[in-house]
Nanobody
């Protein structure tokens, strides 16, 4: 059974930094072929994409994250990180890790349990 375990969330002051991590285990397929993404969901809002890293090495950021957040992965450690700098109160949300493989049959789409990030003074 595929498991995604996030860690690293917490309380940080505006302007501060935080790094969240996600470790994937239990997949019969190589971690490196998955599209790995970070999403977030604030209270009363829909879940939204923050950043993605593709098997090709390309990266995609939401406008709200570009220039402040950095997504990275280590395929040898089955791990993806999201480094968040210059945090703002509006970044407060539960951050979820996603592993997605649309080309597989069946489609593989896995989620972690989420980690809370709170930006407040």
């Amino acid at each position: 059974q595929v498991q995604l375990v996030e860690s690293g969330g917490g309380l940080v002051q505006p302007g501060g930094s935080l790094r969240v991590s996600c470790v994937v285990s239990g997949s019969s397929l190589s971690f490196g072929i998955y599209t790995m993404g970070w999403y977030r969901q604030a209270p009363g809002k829909q879940r939204e994409l923050v950043a993605q890293t593709f098997a090709s090495g390309s990266i995609n950021y939401a406008d709200s994250a570009r220039g402040r957040f950095t997504i990275s992965r280590d395929n040898t450690r089955n791990t993806v990180w999201l480094q968040m700098n210059s945090l703002k109160p509006e970044d407060t949300a539960v951050y979820y890790c996603n592993a997605f493989l649309p080309s597989s049959n069946p489609v593989r789409d896995y989620w972690g349990q989420g980690t809370q990030v709170t930006v407040s003074s």
